[in-house]
């Protein structure tokens, strides 16, 4: 081999073990973003059927059967909700007029606040409150003489009804900080009834006379599609459109270590 031929060859070499490790860069790295996409979509997809879920319950709740029209559902609980934040008073049976329709709903005591916990994310605040702090003296049974302690004035009263209860010794402002936890409550709106992959409604299942609801999404498969997809998501190869007859396709399985 000639030196021509040589230095074509080492050149030829560095330019496979470039091209090699790119290659390597690229299988390692490209799956994980793959997964980090597609565990946002998945996140998202089932945060909206949930909530296509929770509707329908609270329909049910409302009116004692399923809708299956989710946009019609959606307007009835969110206005049943509105009515009652008007007014306190908006409990038992009542009736709504929406859509030149009017519906009998039954709502309950708690529905106001099971509304808000379920359609509102958790959170946390720090409020300072302003207190008065009370000394009192107060009889020990236990230790036989009187005993000095500390309290919150609202609770004086119930402390000055008690047979035990000697003297009160004064009162003095305070401040402390306190941990609240509050729900902030969005109102569900017509976006959630459409998958955030596809843009495609979701199917729902609903059978009244055995009290069963089911919220489902299909992605159809079509020629030339590449699908990828966890394990652990239900899957079957079974589905053919109008058009084909049979399927042929390639499977390939990737791993991530944890």
Not at 51 to 64: A, C, K, M, R, V
Not at 114 to 134: A, C, E, P, Q
Request: with cysteine; aromatic share 16%.
């Amino acid at each position: 081999m000639s030196k021509l031929d040589q230095k074509k060859f080492s050149d030829l070499l560095e330019l496979i073990t470039v091209l090699a490790f790119f290659f390597l860069i690229f299988v390692i790295y490209a799956p994980v973003s793959v997964w980090s996409e597609e565990q946002e979509f998945e996140k998202q997809s089932r945060f909206n059927m949930k909530n296509i879920y929770d509707i329908e319950s609270f329909y049910e709740q409302l009116t004692g059967s399923y809708n299956p029209n989710f946009f019609e559902a959606m307007k009835v609980v969110n206005s049943a909700r509105d009515s009652l934040l008007g007014d306190s008073l908006y409990v038992g049976e009542q009736s709504l007029t929406l859509f030149g329709r009017e519906y009998v709903v039954d709502i309950n005591e708690a529905f106001g606040f099971n509304y808000d916990t379920t359609f509102g994310f958790k959170s946390y605040r720090r409020d300072t409150i302003l207190d008065t702090t009370v000394q009192i003296v107060m009889f020990s049974q236990e230790l036989g003489r009187n005993d000095t302690s500390f309290s919150q004035k609202k609770f004086l009263n119930t402390y000055s009804q008690d047979p035990n209860f000697v003297a009160n010794l004064g009162e003095e402002p305070s401040k402390r900080v306190e941990l609240i936890e509050y729900y902030k409550t969005f109102i569900p709106d017509s976006s959630i009834f459409s998958c955030p992959l596809s843009g495609d409604e979701y199917l729902i299942n609903i059978d009244n006379e055995n009290k069963k609801f089911k919220v489902k999404k299909i992605h159809n498969w079509n020629s030339g599609d590449l699908i990828w997809w966890t394990s652990e998501m239900d899957h079957a190869g079974s589905h053919f459109t109008d058009k084909l007859q049979k399927k042929e396709c390639w499977s390939i399985h990737t791993y991530v270590k944890n």
